[in-house]
């Protein structure tokens, strides 16, 4: 009877386990979850050279990286404008 032995179900059939140890299929997972881990990093990868790729050989990806240095430069002025200010608005009151 499946009752009396220690088992679990498998492909929906069930397997007997002789001992109470460690599934022997423990290995073969982590062996599968590395393998998918590296796959998606593989993806990932892939997907940021296609990006980089695009970014510098379109129209497209030129404009954008035109558009982020603008708004980078308007940022720095920006913070560095503040910064005069609060100097400036410090050494007026001494």
């Known amino acids: 009877m499946m009752n009396e032995k220690n088992g679990h179900f498998e492909k929906g059939v069930w397997v007997a386990e002789n001992e109470p140890s460690v599934s022997p299929?423990?290995?073969?997972?982590i062996d599968k979850?590395?393998?998918?881990?590296?796959?998606?990093?593989?993806?990932?990868v892939n997907d940021v050279m296609k990006v980089t790729h695009d970014l510098v050989t379109t129209e497209e990806?030129?404009?954008y990286i035109e558009k982020t240095l603008r708004d980078t430069q308007s940022q720095i002025q920006k913070s560095?404008?503040?910064?005069?200010?609060?100097?400036?608005?410090?050494?007026?009151?001494?």
Do not use: P, W, Y
């Open 25 to 29: 299929t423990g290995g073969n997972v």
């Open 33 to 44: 979850r590395l393998s998918e881990a590296t796959q998606s990093l593989i993806f990932s």
């Open 61 to 63: 990806g030129k404009q």
């Open 80 to 94: 560095f404008d503040d910064m005069i200010s609060r100097v400036k608005d410090k050494l007026s009151k001494k």
